[in-house]
């Protein structure tokens, strides 16, 4: 049999080897690899199929870049997405089924410039920096994103001043008519708002933390909300709930909000229909500010150390029950509040009665409106807060009695229901006496045959 020549044997080698590379880079899902450095970016994502994937190595890219296809953009290693300082966002995504994972995004121009613009669905935002002075995640007129793991930080225009004017802070992840999102594991640091919700429903908003901005999470007229397990520090409202129905804030600690004169731990301003439950509030101005928000539950939530542990303003028809109030400087205020359901919260300012022994007071807790009514019409009597005249005047305050906020069944110690719960399941404070005594007696049998001397 005749043999084929080497040199056609080579050629029909290269011409293999360059099919299954064409195929390779045209087929649905197929990776390309973009050289590093400064390059033009638009031009690798648009010669991306649709499906496939752009791997971006260690280096600088200019922006803008607007993606059109379902693909997926990766970083490996440090890549760094700068905007030119246009009015465009950096990146922006109209397409569905986008992802974008591991890249560093700097938006250097402000005004109302996105670091990252989402128009289309589905898009999945993961592992991602931003260093922004406008926005930093804009979703408009979309839904079902995932967005997690990501740092959002302001730059500021003069590095000798990091904590730049508020008013010219944009949003760390700002919702406008974008619903079912889950927003989860990300940290937002001295923005305006850190995640900003309007007219967006049925969002989750878990695991993330906020701090050194003016709200932590801010609901504007949503439905279905979720706020789950954040924290959130030092900003002006850890959690600002406005025109919400139907929401679910649950697991959320917000601390030392206290700087500004309107700081609160959570703040609901017409909120209905909602649970707010499990959250810890401490070292605020503010706990738990109400504001006309009816038929609401509140329970399991932990109010320490606050200036006004809850403030009750012309809000009815709430459920406030099994909460812990302990070390604020005052307890709770409630003004035009009197339809609303308290019973069996712990108050360590209360010294009630316990007759029968079941961890619940006999006698009632009624919140005293007068120190709140008072400086509402003077403010400069705080400065008399806690005095002995104060005090005194406070106590002979019984105005308006009938409408007072109570507290029917405020419970003797933190543990007092618990314990109440171990009774029903048939252990309780009694057995663990019980056992203590049995272990007692047991101990002194084996000190007593150890000391005994054999004859």
Not at 66 to 84: L, P
Not at 86 to 102: F, G, H, M, T
Not at 327 to 333: D, F, L, T
Request: charged share 20%; proline share 3%.
């Amino acid at each position: 049999m005749r043999r084929i020549p080497k040199l056609w044997t080579r050629f029909l080698t290269a011409m293999g080897l360059l099919v299954l590379a064409w195929i390779w880079i045209w087929i649905p899902g197929s990776v390309i690899a973009a050289p590093s450095g400064d390059h033009e970016l638009q031009t690798m994502a648009d010669n991306t199929p649709d499906g496939g994937t752009l791997k971006l190595p260690e280096g600088s890219y200019q922006g803008p870049l607007v993606i059109r296809k379902a693909i997926s953009v990766q970083g490996a290693g440090h890549v760094v997405i700068t905007g030119d300082g246009s009015d465009s966002p950096v990146i922006r995504i109209e397409a569905a089924r986008v992802s974008l994972r591991n890249v560093a995004v700097i938006q250097p121009s402000g005004g109302d410039n996105a670091a990252v613009l989402v128009a289309g669905n589905q898009a999945v935002l993961d592992a991602l920096t931003i260093r922004t002075r406008s926005y930093g995640i804009v979703l408009r007129d979309s839904g079902q994103h995932d967005i997690s793991g990501t740092t959002i930080d302001w730059e500021p225009v003069d590095a000798s001043q990091p904590s730049d004017e508020t008013s010219l802070k944009r949003n760390g992840i700002d919702l406008y008519n974008s619903h079912d999102n889950r927003i989860h594991d990300n940290r937002i640091s001295r923005m305006n708002d850190g995640i900003y919700l309007e007219s967006s429903h049925r969002n989750v908003v878990e695991h993330n933390s906020i701090d050194r901005s003016r709200y932590g999470v801010h609901c504007m007229y949503t439905d279905g909300t979720v706020v789950k397990d954040n924290y959130g520090e030092f900003n002006v409202t850890g959690g600002m709930v406005m025109g919400v129905r139907d929401a679910l804030v649950t697991g959320n600690t917000f601390m030392k909000q206290s700087e500004n004169v309107n700081s609160q731990g959570l703040l609901f301003f017409d909120v209905q229909t909602s649970r707010i439950a499990n959250n810890k509030v401490e070292g605020n101005r503010v706990g738990l500010y109400i504001e006309q928000s009816d038929k609401n539950e509140f329970i399991d939530n932990v109010v320490v150390q606050n200036f006004v542990g809850i403030q009750f303003l012309e809000s009815n028809q709430n459920r406030f029950t099994h909460n812990r109030l302990a070390g604020n400087v005052i307890q709770a205020e409630a003004n035009e509040s009197s339809d609303n359901r308290f019973e069996r919260n712990y108050w360590d300012e209360f010294h009630g009665i316990d007759a029968d022994g079941d961890g619940i007071s006999d006698i009632a807790y009624a919140m005293n409106p007068f120190f709140q009514r008072l400086t509402s019409a003077t403010p400069a009597f705080q400065l008399f807060f806690q005095s002995p005249g104060m005090q005194f005047l406070e106590g002979m305050y019984s105005s308006g009695k009938d409408e007072w906020t109570i507290d029917t069944a405020p419970l003797m110690n933190p543990a007092a229901e618990e314990q109440r719960q171990g009774d029903g399941r048939g252990g309780g404070t009694t057995g663990v006496l019980m056992l203590g005594l049995l272990f007692t007696l047991f101990s002194l049998t084996i000190i007593t045959m150890m000391g005994v001397k054999r004859t």
